[in-house]
C-alpha cells in the first residue's frame, strides 16, 4: 500500500487536534485538500481512521494503530533529516559526556579526538564525576554518555567494557618507599601527599579512602592536573596517588618510580554506560562505537 509523510503528518496533526481544519491550518494547507488527502488514505487503507462528529474527529480503534505506527516512521523520518543535516554541516550537535577523573585525564582524550576529528558538526560537553555520580547523571538523563568504574551496582543501564587501569604511588626515586614493589595505602599516609584541588572527584575519593583508614591525608600542596603533580614529586614535594597511564608517562620523563598498591580498589575497570542503544542519539551511537573498540 502507498502512503508518504504528509499522510502521517496529516494523522497525526488531526488526532492531536481533533478538527480537520485544525490540522489544516497547521500545514498549512487548504480544508478541502485536506479532506480529500485523508479519504484518498483512508480508502488505500480500506477502513476508516476517524469518526466524523458534529465536535470533531476520533480515531476509530484502528485508527489508533495506525497513529502507534505513523508516529514511529515520522521519528524515524526525523531522525534522517537531522542526520543529513549534521553531515551537511548545517546543525550542530552537542554531545554530553560524564566521566571520572581518571578516564577524563588520561584515557578519554585519545579516542574523543579522533571522534571529534571524524564529526566536525558535534560539540562534546565533558564533565567530571566520581563513578556513583556518573551513573546517576546518565540514568537522569542529564548526560547520554559515561564513563565509570566498573565495580559499582548499575542497575537500570547498559554497561560495556572500555579500558582497565591501575592507581599507584609516584614517588622521588630516593625516596624510602621507591624500593618498594607495592605497599598498603596505610603505609604511604604518613607521608606528605602532593595532591588534585579538593573538588577534583578523583581527589575527593582518595581522601575518603585516607579518612576510612582513620588516617587523614597529609595535603602539602595541590596541583591543577597529573603533569604539574609529577613534577611535584620529582621535585620531592611529597608524594602522589595517579592513575598508571600517567605515572608511566612521569616515570620515564622525570626523577620518580611508580610504586604498586595492594588494594583491590586501585584496580579500576573503566566501563561505558547510557540508558539504552534505543535511546541514544545517531551520534551517541558513533562515539559508543569508538570508545568500545579502539
Known sequence: ????????????????????????????????AASTRLRLFEARCGFALFVRKADGMQLTPAGRLVLEA?????????KLQDTLKELAGQRRITLHLAASTVSNSTLLP????????????????????????????????ECELGVYDG?????????????????????????????????RLADALGFPFVCLPAERAMQRFVEELAMNLAMPLKVR??????????????????IAMLPETA?????QELAVRRV?????????EL????????????????????????
Not at 592536573?225 to 620529582?234: K, N, T
Request: proline fraction near 4%; hydrophobic fraction near 50%.
Open 1 to 32: 500500500m502507498h502512503f508518504d509523510l504528509p499522510d502521517l503528518r496529516l494523522l497525526a496533526a488531526i488526532a492531536a487536534t481533533g478538527s480537520l481544519s485544525k490540522a489544516a491550518a497547521t500545514f498549512p494547507v487548504a480544508v478541502s
Open 70 to 78: 505513523a508516529r514511529g516512521v515520522l521519528g524515524e523520518a526525523q
Open 110 to 141: 585519545a579516542v574523543l579526538g579522533p571522534f571529534l576529528a571524524d564529526y566536525p558538526e558535534v560539540d562534546l560537553q565533558l564533565v567530571e564525576h566520581k563513578s556513583v555520580d556518573v551513573l546517576r547523571v546518565v540514568l537522569a538523563g
Open 151 to 183: 565495580n559499582l551496582i548499575n542497575e537500570g543501564i547498559v554497561s560495556l567494557p572500555f579500558r582497565n587501569e591501575r592507581l599507584v604511588l609516584l614517588v622521588p626515586v630516593d625516596h624510602s618507599l621507591a624500593g618498594r614493589e607495592q605497599v
Open 221 to 238: 600542596v595541590r596541583a591543577p592536573s597529573f603533569e604539574a603533580i609529577a613534577q611535584l614529586v620529582a621535585q620531592r614535594a611529597g
Open 247 to 251: 605515572a608511566l608517562r612521569a616515570e
Open 260 to 268: 604498586a598498591l595492594e588494594e583491590r580498589w586501585a584496580t579500576l
Open 271 to 294: 566501563r561505558i554506560c547510557f540508558r539504552g542503544w534505543e535511546r541514544l542519539s545517531s551520534h551517541g551511537r558513533q562515539l559508543v562505537s569508538y570508545l568500545s573498540t579502539r
